[in-house]
């Protein structure tokens, strides 16, 4: 039996998977976002933790047998976020999430000070990042940054609350901008940049490597006789190619979660910062990926739900099968935007609106609006060399398939839904506590899962979009200049 975690956003997640892989329970609970002041975004560790036992707590009173029998713990996270220990390992203030915009100074004063930065960690500095937080406490915190002696990333600092250790994997490490992807290294010249050294960080390993073991208290807790390894893990898109199989170069997914991504695994590092492309180490030895990512796709229907006061799956059912664009355009902007923009303080807008706009017309346009922004990450990805031909599609959206259908005709590519698409981040997670535990390879472990269905790009549909996506890009150009005037 293999246990994987996910921690995300919205949610940490648990799932039990046994020896043949099938899914024996799963259990989730929700968190809550505080967003003190406009583009800041924060979450208490302590949060993260509580759901976690919840969560585990709720597979044991639903499984206690085969929880017991665990072998394999797999961790699966929210990247970028940084936790901030003094020298007892106390938290000293909340997480500064992935999608917080408040360090975009600090991004440029980064690039000034490290031109190597972008050949290094292959990134452009990017608010989200942690390094560029670290700075900005650096500036407005000082304090807090005089007793900061460790950094870790979210999951990783649930590793230590599980284990004891302080272990990242090179994932998730990629996303930090103190990383040499190439090298799968820290880098003391980008440490340094934002006054840190080596001391501060976790020990690096491969997401599928054992990292620390269970402390006997949980295991007890559990009911579980011996305390089961860890694995390095993954961050959340990384497990979720893990889940998926996508472990050969060529292999791409769609994700349609809080966050949209568009990936491609590589067999080697290919860095694309001119397009704000992301390129990262995968979670397995010896690949890497590239990625566009949006900020706010799932959430932006979160958003429109909230606005609407109508459930999300009501708002859905509403659309009829999308046959033409709707008359609406949607920038899905809320918390700024990475690929293709890097820009923190762009936000979202609806525009097109007449008397006759209707609900159900605000809400494919939503669809199409982070629609949009994945084909502008998938033109990113083709300027660096990389063309994706089809894809999956995970994610909470992937149920959907109105918006799967609109997201391939924006595309222009097929996208295959498969079974248990949502799963994501915690199946990878659990795959990689299985080869933790086992010593197995891969290939042997990362099969693909079934494609349910298969959604061509509708030919009149994926025309309209052709014809909408200049307008779409317009408004980008338009409203940037706008943002932070009186």
Same mark, same amino acid.
């Given at each position: ?27 989730a609970e ?7 002041r406009?583009?800041? =975004? ?13 969560a ?5 009173a ?53 031109? =190597? ?41 649930v ?14 490490a990629?996303?930090?901008l ?50 089961p ?49 992301h ?8 690949t ?23 459930? #999300? ?5 509403e ?15 809320? =918390? ?41 990450c ?34 222009g ?6 079974? =248990? ?8 997670a659990?795959?990689l ?29 994926? #025309? ?13 150009r338009?409203?940037?200049?706008? #943002?932070?005037?009186?």
């Open positions: 039996m293999f246990l994987g975690l996910d921690f995300g956003t919205s949610s940490v997640k648990a799932l039990l998977v046994d020896g043949e892989q099938r899914v024996l329970a799963d259990a929700a968190l809550d976002v505080s967003r003190p406009p583009g800041w =975004s924060e979450q208490d560790p302590e949060a993260w933790w509580r759901a976690m036992l919840a585990v707590d709720a597979l044991k639903a499984r206690p047998r085969e929880l017991a029998a665990v072998r394999g713990i797999g961790l699966s996270g929210q990247m970028h976020g940084a936790v901030l220990l003094d020298r007892s390992g106390a938290v000293l203030r909340p997480c500064i999430l992935w999608n917080d915009t408040r360090a975009t100074d600090e991004c440029r004063e980064l690039e000034a000070a490290v031109p =190597s930065l972008h050949a290094t960690a292959g990134n452009l500095a990017m608010p989200g990042f942690a390094a560029p937080k670290l700075l900005w406490v650096r500036r407005h915190e000082p304090d807090i940054f005089a007793r900061t002696a460790r950094v870790l990333m979210p999951k990783a600092w590793r230590f609350r599980l284990t004891g250790e302080m272990i990242e994997d090179m994932s998730d990629s996303g930090t103190w990383l040499d992807i190439g090298r799968r290294d820290w880098s003391d010249e980008l440490l340094g940049a934002t006054g840190l050294g080596r001391a501060a960080m976790p020990r690096l390993v491969e997401g599928d490597a054992p990292a620390g073991a269970l402390r006997p208290e949980l295991a007890a807790r559990w009911g579980m006789a011996r305390p390894v860890l694995a390095g893990g993954a961050g959340d898109n990384a497990a979720g190619a893990v889940g998926l199989g996508a472990i050969r170069a060529g292999d791409a997914f769609v994700s349609l979660g809080t966050s949209g991504v568009l990936w491609a695994t590589t067999d080697r590092h290919v860095p694309w910062p001119r397009g704000a492309v390129s990262f180490c995968h979670a397995l030895p010896r890497w990926h590239q990625m566009g990512v949006t900020l706010s796709a799932a959430a932006s229907l979160a958003w429109w739900s909230g606005v609407t006061g109508r459930s #999300e799956s009501d708002l859905l059912a659309l009829p099968a999308p046959r033409a664009a709707s008359p609406a355009v949607f920038l899905p902007y809320l =918390s700024g935007e990475r690929t293709p923009h890097n820009d923190g303080a762009v936000r979202g807008a609806f525009a097109g609106l007449s008397h006759d706009t209707g609900r159900a017309a605000l809400t494919q346009a939503v669809l199409e609006g982070v629609a949009f922004s994945l084909r502008d998938l033109d990113a990805l083709a300027a660096s060399g990389t063309a994706i031909r089809e894809a999956a599609a995970i994610g909470g959206g992937s149920r959907s398939r109105a918006w799967v259908a609109i997201a391939a005709a924006a595309l590519v097929p996208l295959h839904r498969v079974a =248990s698409g949502e799963l994501g981040g915690a199946f990878g659990a795959r506590g299985r080869m933790a535990a086992t010593g197995e390879a891969p290939e042997a472990v990362c099969a693909p899962p079934a494609r349910v269905e298969t959604v061509e790009p509708d030919p009149a549909l994926a #025309e309209a979009y052709a014809a909408r996506l200049p307008r779409y890009r317009a408004l980008y338009a409203l940037s200049p706008l #943002e932070g005037t009186p």
